[in-house]
């Protein structure tokens, strides 16, 4: 499928982003530090307001507009990242289409149908699925998500253009529920909740024994390496004695359930699966993004050959 699209190559001059929450911030300020002239909208003016300032004390210059269409009018690219709610997502993509005929849009969303987003829009072709994570400017990889109409256009200067920004951009060819990674970490969570819900152990040891074993290799070696390294056969043996004792429940886990029917809702109310103490949701916070930039700063290194193999090399 071809289709028109403004600045087909990787470089970006005039970016939008839609949503000034974590996730909006995070990826106007990647934008905004290579030097793209950057818009950012938010329904809230506060947030929209608190937004523009957190990042200007970063030296980061982005312009607040007032609608969408100041976002999209003139832009290559326009970036969604709003509440995962596919109606206002559908209302949002409308107007930013009606805008622009050229701007690539692309949506944040982390489960929702690319496809369905694109349906009220009238170039669905041009629609693409760009799932960052948390935090935006440090995880490296941003799944780009074509739709059932995305042209192959746009999906080759989105991966492109990602890729000028530093990110580790992959391809999801196939728009389903969660896409790669949020259906690997859901079927983690899944288990994960129905070991607590069983009575097998309580919470506490099941995130102690996820962070001090699978937790420690991961980042090194992929859960498809991992099964090539200790041999297909002995992961086969292990499927057949496990897989049919492991939670296959085609829905939430009740005890989930039942936890938010209470309002216990985790970090954000001081009470979910574990207690959660003022100020503890920031330290967090904090650690994770410590331990995201060290873990990235040793591989940076670890790419680089030490002294002594290059001169033995």
Request: glycine share 8%; net charge negative; proline share 5%.
């Amino acid at each position: 499928m071809s289709t028109s699209i403004r600045h087909a190559e990787p470089g970006l001059t005039v970016a939008g982003v839609v949503g000034a929450g974590l996730m909006g911030r995070g990826i106007a300020a990647v934008l905004a530090r290579h030097g793209i002239e950057v818009r950012l909208f938010d329904i809230d003016a506060s947030a929209l307001a608190a937004a523009v300032d957190a990042l200007a004390a970063q030296g980061l210059p982005v312009r607040a507009v007032r609608s969408l269409d100041e976002v999209a009018w003139g832009a290559d690219f326009v970036t969604e990242a709003i509440a995962e709610n596919l109606t206002v997502k559908q209302s949002v993509f409308a107007q930013l289409d009606a805008a622009d005929a050229h701007a690539v849009l692309a949506t944040n969303t982390s489960v929702l149908p690319v496809t369905s987003i694109a349906e009220r829009t009238s170039r669905p072709d041009r629609v693409v699925g760009t799932h960052w994570w948390n935090p935006p400017d440090l995880i490296p990889v941003v799944e780009v998500v074509r739709g059932d109409r995305t042209a192959d256009a746009v999906v080759d200067a989105t991966v492109a253009r990602l890729t000028a920004l530093g990110k580790l951009a992959v391809r999801v060819e196939k728009d389903v529920p969660g896409f790669v990674g949020n259906r690997i970490q859901h079927a983690l969570w899944r288990e994960a909740i129905a070991l607590v819900h069983e009575g097998i152990c309580d919470a506490q040891t099941v995130d102690l024994v996820v962070r001090n074993t699978i937790g420690l290799r991961l980042a090194e070696m992929g859960p498809i390496q991992n099964a090539d390294y200790v041999g297909l056969d002995l992961t086969l043996a292990i499927h057949d004695a496990v897989l049919p004792a492991i939670n296959r429940d085609p829905g939430p886990s009740p005890l989930l359930r039942r936890l938010v029917a209470a309002g216990r809702l985790g970090a954000k109310t001081g009470e979910g699966f574990l207690q959660w103490g003022p100020g503890e949701r920031d330290a967090a916070a904090s650690r994770l993004a410590a331990h995201v930039r060290t873990q990235l700063s040793e591989r940076a290194r670890g790419a680089t050959p030490r002294a002594e193999e290059k001169e033995t090399a």
